[in-house]
């Protein structure tokens, strides 16, 4: 188990906390945390939570939060504020993604990312509402991470099928 609750981390124009490829056995919380640059995740596997509930995210060149591949039972991404930067949960493996909509970043990477539910239930159009058609970022390589993926309908009881455009939604 991993404790940064209430920590202030500050790199401005870099990383402000690195656990890349961190393997946790059993929590990652980081409740009323502040960080102001970015927070890496990737590749990490957690054997639980990932708490990043009730914190501030800043990192406005870049991914305040980068947890590209991250494996976790369950994440719950639910700051006090909107993420100020980028969020990359891209080929993330997530048991049950806690989030609030109100307070998802602008630039939202979720290309590949799969998981088993969504908490809120909230109907499909209202989770589509926060997935703009586009999102672009120059500074990014991977032009197909511009593709939002499909969350499953808050009815049905299936894992989310993630796919492109291209293949069609299901």
């Not at 009730?54 to 991914?63: D, I, L, N, Q, V």
């Not at 006090?80 to 969020?87: C, N, Q, T, Y």
């Not at 926060?130 to 499953?152: A, F, H, Q």
């Amino acid at each position: 188990r991993l404790l940064l609750g209430g920590a202030e981390l500050r790199d401005p124009f870099g990383m402000a906390c690195r656990l890349s490829r961190a393997q946790i056995t059993a929590d990652l919380f980081c409740g009323h945390m502040t960080a102001d640059g970015q927070v890496k995740l990737t590749g990490a596997t957690v054997g639980a939570k990932v708490g990043l509930h009730r914190s501030t995210f800043t990192h406005p060149a870049g991914s305040a939060i980068s947890a590209e591949g991250l494996r976790a039972q369950e994440l719950l991404l639910e700051p006090d504020v909107r993420v100020e930067g980028g969020a990359d949960l891209g080929h993330a493996t997530i048991g049950v993604l806690h989030d609030d909509p109100a307070t998802w970043p602008d630039r939202l990477y979720l290309d590949g990312m799969t998981y088993q539910a969504l908490n809120p239930r909230l109907p499909a159009d209202r989770r589509l509402g926060w997935l703009p058609e586009t999102r672009e970022d120059t500074s990014r390589s991977r032009t197909s991470s511009s593709r939002p993926i499909t969350p499953p309908s808050a009815s049905l009881p299936r894992p989310a099928t993630c796919c492109t455009p291209e293949s069609g939604f299901q």
